[in-house]
């Protein structure tokens, strides 16, 4: 029964800043450790690919967000962290964590962000 729950989202003013967290329960990434995506979709919009984190700790970012989100993991406590500074009206979007295991995609029910004044 694996699952994931992303939370940490809200209201921001531009230029804030805000971290997201991403709870795995049903796998144990200290024994089973997995890459973990973040992704976002705004309305009217494609999902699109945020960041990634592989298992030995490996980044990579869209190029919208970098210098600006840092993603994180803590084996030990389930949980892959998105930070996000500088935030734009256009990082605007529901934020969603995803990882793979036996070809199966499991997602989280997203956490709404939005930047505005």
């Not at 945020?50 to 030995?56: C, D």
């Not at 990882?99 to 939005?114: E, I, K, L, M």
Request: aromatic share 10%; hydrophobic share 30%.
């Amino acid at each position: 029964q694996v699952q994931l729950v992303e939370s940490g989202g809200g209201l921001v003013q531009p230029g804030g800043s805000l971290t997201l967290a991403c709870s795995v329960s049903g796998i144990d990434f200290n024994t089973k450790p997995k890459p973990v995506t973040w992704y976002r979709q705004a309305p009217g919009k494609q999902r699109e690919f945020v960041a990634i984190i592989t298992v030995s700790r490996q980044t990579m970012y869209a190029d919208s967000v970098k210098g600006r989100f840092n993603i994180s993991r803590d084996n030990g406590k389930n949980t892959v962290s998105l930070q996000m500074g500088s935030l734009k009206p256009e990082d605007t979007a529901v934020y969603y964590c995803n990882f793979r295991r036996h070809s199966d995609d499991y997602w989280g029910q997203g956490t709404q962000v939005t930047v505005s004044s």
